[in-house]
Structures are given as structure tokens and as C-alpha cells.
């Protein structure tokens, strides 16, 4: 009875948040029929200066930390992120009704990293005198980066497969790359048209922001101009952000309820699944470089959150076709509250594992 209780009241805290709540404000007021609207170019300024601050942030942690203590960890930070997308790609977008793209999208928030979960278990892990890395911030950029460029990278190649598919079913011949596609002919990407994608992905202008601000975050001192401008505007400007995201999800949620069904089980299993990842390959630092047990906690918490902050901007941009109900509801409004929950237990099977 007591665990229903503290399941429900950490729902409820999710939808007091301002990710969850603005985005349902949106959507109430795209129900009710309200002329509120926000024009197109505030849009895109309010998105690039969001992720100008993620990666600004994200570029600073890293460069503070010690590089060399920092290289296998935030290496199998980046390679959890990329499984986890990988893994979303084989599985959710193969679910009935589920479509390429909004599987994508919401793999992409799944792969990518919490920042309140991350804070939450560093407090629990503080309460209790688990020692970790001063540089565990800094692995953020690695798997969130990692994640949200596989899944935008994956997401295009899956439209680039569905566009050449309809032409060939058409009876017409599909150019990728220089390689010709024919009615009945199996499509396979070249390399050329892959290679295509990536560039487009990393030219876009949420990938371009957030790298950027990773870039300058390491290699200047935007210390100064982060504190005073990026830093106290964020929060406000993510709540405009949600707003948008909530009036568009209104208008599409009618395609969700064919499948909220899919989209309600991935967000219960995936981040105990996800989180194993991340505890996996913790553990596999931990052999080599004698990485903490609080670490290897940390790092199956990263893996095991979805983000709240960087995500949702950045697949709204990136991938304008997937629906935000279905990514950002599955992550925010389901999947958060599992990886919190489920705090408790990577400190217990670390315990068994290493002993903390």
C-alpha cells in the first residue's frame, strides 16, 4: 500500500513540474480552442538559446574535470547512449501503429539524460555516504549528445528509407548516394547517403546550438555570460517551449490513442532495461580504471533517466514530423518517475556487485 502511495505521489510531483505541467497548460488550451499562439521565429530564438545553454553547461563541467580520469567513463557513457537509441530502433519503433519517427523521437529522449533524476540520486547517494567522481557531471554531454544525434541520424535515414521505398513501389527508381532502387529491390543505405544524413544532422540548427555551446563551454570562459544571461532565462524560456509543444500535441493526439498502449509499456520496462546498460558498462569501468561503486550507481541512473531538458528542444527541431505527446509524455510523464523510483535498487545492486 505504501509503495502505491509513494508511486502516486511521485506522479503528482511530475505533474507539478514545469516540463509536465506547461506542456499540459498547451494542451488545455488547444482544447478549449484558444487563439494563443507563439510566432514562428520567437520559436526558433527561444530553442537555439535553450540548447546554447545545455551545451554551454555540458562544455564547462567537461572542462573542468580531469581528462584523463574522465576518458573510459565518458566513453561508455557515449556508447550507453548510442545502445539505448539503437536498442528503441529494434524495438519500439517495431510496435503496431507506432510510427519510425515517433519511436525515434521518444528513443532519443530515453537515451539522453535526466539532469533532476541525476541530481536526485547524487543527494540520495550524498544522505547515505556513497562516495563518487567529482567528475560524474561531467559525463552528462557524452550520453545525452551521443544519444540525441543517433536518434535524429536514425530518425532521417527511416524517412530517407520510407521515401525511396514509395518511390520504388511506385515503379519509379530511387537515387541514394548513386545507387539505384527499383520496384521489388530491396533498399539498403550507401554510405554516401549516410554519410549525407550525419552532415545534415550535425549542420541542423539544434545539433549545431548544443555543440557549439559544448565547444565554447570547453575551449573559452563563458562563465560570465552563462551566469548572468543563459542561466536565469532557462527555465522560463523551457516553459514557453512546453507551452508550444503542448497546443501542437493537442492537435495529434488523436494518432497516440491508437497506441498509447505501446508507448505506456516501453516507459515502465526501458529504464530498468536501459539502466542495466549503464550498470553494465559501469561496472566495466570500474575493472579498468577503478571507477567508484557510486559511480557505476550514476552512471545506471543516467542511463536509466530521459530527458526532461535538452530533449525535448532538440527532437522538435531535428525531427518537426514526430509527435511531442508521444516523446515527451512516455519520458517526462512515465518514464521519470520509473528511473527515480528505481534509485534504490542500483545502490542495492551495487552493493552486491562491488559493495559500497
Avoid at 539498403?188 to 547517403?193: A, E, R, Y
Avoid at 569501468?285 to 557505476?296: E, K, P, Y
Wanted: glycine letters at 12%; one cysteine or more.
Amino acid at each position: 500500500m505504501q509503495m502505491i502511495m509513494d508511486i502516486g505521489a511521485t506522479l503528482l510531483g511530475q505533474l507539478q513540474k514545469p516540463t509536465l505541467s506547461f506542456l499540459l497548460g498547451g494542451m488545455m488550451l488547444a482544447a478549449l480552442g484558444s487563439k494563443f499562439e507563439i510566432p514562428q521565429s520567437i520559436y526558433k530564438f527561444i530553442v537555439i538559446l535553450l540548447l546554447l545553454k545545455v551545451g554551454l553547461g555540458e562544455g564547462m563541467s567537461v572542462r573542468d574535470a580531469n581528462l584523463l580520469e574522465l576518458a573510459v567513463p565518458a566513453l561508455c557513457a557515449a556508447v550507453a547512449g548510442i545502445a539505448i537509441v539503437s536498442l528503441g530502433s529494434r524495438t519500439l519503433t517495431r510496435l503496431r501503429g507506432v510510427s519510425p519517427m515517433d519511436g525515434m523521437a521518444t528513443a532519443g529522449l530515453f537515451g539522453a539524460v535526466s539532469a533532476s533524476t541525476l541530481a536526485a540520486a547524487m543527494a540520495m547517494l550524498d544522505s547515505d555516504g556513497i562516495a563518487y567522481e567529482g567528475f560524474i557531471g561531467a559525463l552528462y554531454p557524452f550520453m545525452d549528445i551521443a544519444a540525441l544525434v543517433t536518434a535524429v541520424v536514425l530518425g532521417r535515414m527511416s524517412a530517407e528509407r520510407a521515401a525511396s521505398q514509395t518511390a520504388a513501389g511506385d515503379g519509379t527508381v530511387a537515387m541514394s548516394g548513386g545507387t539505384g532502387v527499383g520496384a521489388g529491390v530491396g533498399f539498403n543505405m550507401s554510405g554516401d547517403l549516410v554519410r549525407g544524413i550525419l552532415v545534415d544532422t550535425l549542420r541542423s540548427p539544434a545539433i549545431s546550438a548544443l555543440l557549439l555551446g559544448l565547444a565554447l563551454g570547453i575551449f573559452a570562459k563563458p562563465d560570465s555570460v552563462y551566469e548572468s544571461f543563459y542561466d536565469p532565462l532557462f527555465r522560463g524560456l523551457l516553459s514557453i517551449l512546453m507551452l508550444i509543444m503542448g497546443m501542437e500535441a493537442w492537435s495529434r493526439l488523436s494518432e497516440l490513442r491508437k497506441v498509447a498502449h505501446a508507448y505506456v509499456l516501453y516507459a515502465l520496462t526501458a529504464p530498468l532495461v536501459h539502466g542495466l546498460i549503464g550498470f553494465g558498462l559501469g561496472l566495466l569501468a570500474h575493472h579498468l580504471t577503478g571507477f567508484s561503486a557510486g559511480g557505476v550507481v550514476l552512471l545506471a541512473v543516467m542511463a536509466a533517466s530521459s530527458s526532461d531538458i535538452s530533449g525535448p528542444p532538440t527532437m522538435r527541431a531535428a525531427l518537426p514530423e514526430a509527435n511531442p505527446s508521444a516523446y515527451v509524455g512516455a519520458s517526462t510523464g512515465l518514464g521519470t518517475p520509473v528511473a527515480i523510483l528505481s534509485i534504490p535498487f542500483w545502490v542495492w545492486l551495487a552493493d552486491m556487485a562491488i559493495g559500497v
